[in-house]
DNA sequence: ATGGCATAATCCTTATGA
């Protein structure tokens, strides 16, 4: 089985690029981030005519998330259960026997910000609410755009800004970690300053200046079964891409 | 010291992103 998460920055924009590495890639489930569209706009008819069905949780302008299969996306779930949230930033399905969560994280713009403090409630508000999911969902998938850097390593070391590899960011991304969920990427030797994604300003693709935020994160049954975790650069590459790169793992069952 | 690019929504400027 193989599971991606592209945060595709506008899919309006993006749709030709994310037709393109579904044909190139064929994934058993594609997780999208920051669609920035409502859902009567999402383009049911152009992804069922390459063989996907969706799930989607759109929002006008900002945030968005959904979930692409071949296969049905059975018991559905937008945002979190219980946490208050104008902003559509959770979605989940099951697709065969796995359950797939697609999030886009809070950005959290500066560290002791209002919006960094929401970024830790709802940080804590996830963890709580996945901490239920695995008793129930033993296969279980979290996939997205964590805007977080867990570790040095994955930020380029000129990275001055506090936001995304603060203390507080990398603390409750262990919580998660705690929870039994590996960061499959670093199960396996990957290239030195590894990315996936690059400012649109100041060359930084060209120069490699990013971060790794965008993360597949697995529950212990289905760890042992990960036969590799890849960041595929080659859409950043293209005419009008998304400042990230889509992220794909690829399991036995 | 600042903004540098991209997107979307008020439009020709602003909010946001990371």
């Known amino acids: 089985m193989k599971i991606a998460t592209w945060n595709v920055n506008s899919l309006k924009v993006r749709l030709p690029h994310v037709i393109d590495w579904i044909a190139a890639n064929r994934p058993d489930a594609l997780c999208l981030q920051e669609l920035k569209m409502e859902d009567k706009a999402f383009p049911v008819a152009e992804l069922e005519a390459v063989g996907y069905h969706a799930a989607f949780n759109g929002q006008k302008t900002y945030n968005g998330v959904a979930i692409l299969s071949p296969?049905?996306?059975?018991?559905?779930v937008r945002d979190i259960p219980g946490f208050a949230d104008e902003?559509?930033?959770?979605?989940a399905a099951t697709i065969g026997g796995v359950r797939v969560i697609s999030a886009y994280f809070p950005n959290g713009q500066a560290v002791g910000s209002d919006k960094f403090a929401y970024k830790l409630r709802w940080l804590a508000a996830l963890t709580d609410w996945l901490r239920e999911e695995l008793k129930t969902h033993e296969r279980l998938v979290l996939a997205?755009?964590?805007?977080?850097?867990p570790e040095d390593r994955d930020a380029h070391p000129d990275w001055?800004?506090?936001i995304h590899v603060s203390a507080?960011?990398?603390?409750?991304?262990a919580a998660?970690?705690?929870?039994g969920l590996r960061d499959v990427f670093r199960q396996f030797d990957q290239p030195e300053s590894s990315y996936s994604w690059w400012d649109y300003r100041m060359g930084a693709f060209r120069r490699n200046f990013g971060l790794r935020i965008d993360h597949i994160l697995v529950s212990p049954a289905l760890?042992?079964?990960c036969r590799s975790c890849t960041i595929d650069k080659t859409p950043r590459k293209l005419e009008r891409p998304s400042d990230h790169a889509p992220v794909s793992v690829e399991f036995d069952l």
């Open 71 to 76: 296969a049905p996306l059975e018991a559905v």
């Open 87 to 91: 902003q559509k930033r959770i979605i």
């Open 144 to 149: 997205g755009d964590f805007n977080i850097a």
């Open 160 to 162: 001055k800004e506090e």
């Open 168 to 173: 507080p960011e990398r603390t409750a991304f």
């Open 176 to 179: 998660l970690a705690a929870l």
């Open 223 to 225: 760890c042992a079964g």
